[in-house]
């Protein structure tokens, strides 16, 4: 069965430090990895994808993501936050075969403080 | 480019009652998803359209929850009769993945907030 999971509820960073939001996931062969993010009263917006290929993944807004298969991870990375980075993100998993579904987190909120 | 339409932003009902969500995907998406998002939880995927066909509807709760996409593009998702553990956002969002998978990305409406009492 695919499964994803954000391991953290909040992520607090100060304003020009790095980030990272953490994301393992479990599926079946090999897997579509996501990135979404909420900003209060949006729908979500998507980030970035990985589907195969190089391990880093680079997205919107400066972020990007580390695709790491021995560890079944793929977080969430920025190298110098902003306040206007402050929303919830979600990890989105899908497995290789046809009929599964796109899974996602629970989701992570970050703060960003200035 | 417009966005994935939906109506109303909020609605609020009592338990029992029936209530209905409407939702315009972006022009020439054949895919459509229902989404479920509960505070604080990640959303669930409720049923996916191709077209005016359903793909998946294996999550959805078919004694009381229903959707429909006549024409392929505009969609309406019903609940009938709500309970209170229905209260949550309900999202749609659509996407045109084209060839295989790789181009998949999906393109979600602001949602309706739902509060049943």
């Known amino acids: 069965a695919q499964s994803v999971a954000q391991p953290e509820d909040q992520v607090n960073v100060a304003e020009g430090n790095p980030l990272t939001v953490k994301c393992t996931y479990s599926v079946s062969g090999n897997p579509y990895l996501f990135w979404y993010v909420q900003y209060p009263n949006r729908g979500l917006q998507f980030l970035l994808k990985?589907?195969?290929?190089?391990?880093l993944v680079k997205g919107s807004y400066g972020f990007e993501a580390e695709f790491n298969k021995s560890q079944t991870s793929f977080h969430l990375k920025k190298p110098s936050a902003l306040v206007s980075d402050s929303a919830l993100y979600f990890c989105?998993?899908?497995?290789?075969?046809?009929?599964?579904?796109?899974?996602f987190g629970k989701g992570t909120r970050l703060h960003i403080l200035p | 480019e417009a966005g994935v339409a939906q109506s109303p932003r909020y609605k609020i009902i009592e338990k029992r009652q029936s209530v209905a969500f409407w939702c315009n995907p972006i022009s020439g998406h054949a895919t459509l998803y229902w989404y479920q998002q509960i505070l604080g939880q990640g959303p669930k995927l409720l049923i996916q359209f191709q077209n005016n066909g359903v793909v998946d509807d294996s999550q959805l709760p078919k004694d009381r929850f229903s959707a429909e996409r006549l024409k392929g593009v505009d969609s309406t998702l019903k609940i009938q009769p709500a309970k209170l553990e229905d209260s949550a956002v309900y999202l749609c969002?659509?996407?045109?993945?084209?060839?295989?998978?790789?181009?998949?990305?999906?393109?979600f409406g602001s949602g309706t907030q739902l509060s049943v009492l």
């Open positions: 990985y589907i195969t290929g190089d391990n």
């Open positions: 969002a659509s996407t045109s993945p084209g060839r295989g998978r790789t181009n998949e990305k999906l393109f």
């Open positions: 989105a998993v899908r497995g290789y075969y046809r009929d599964d579904k796109i899974i």
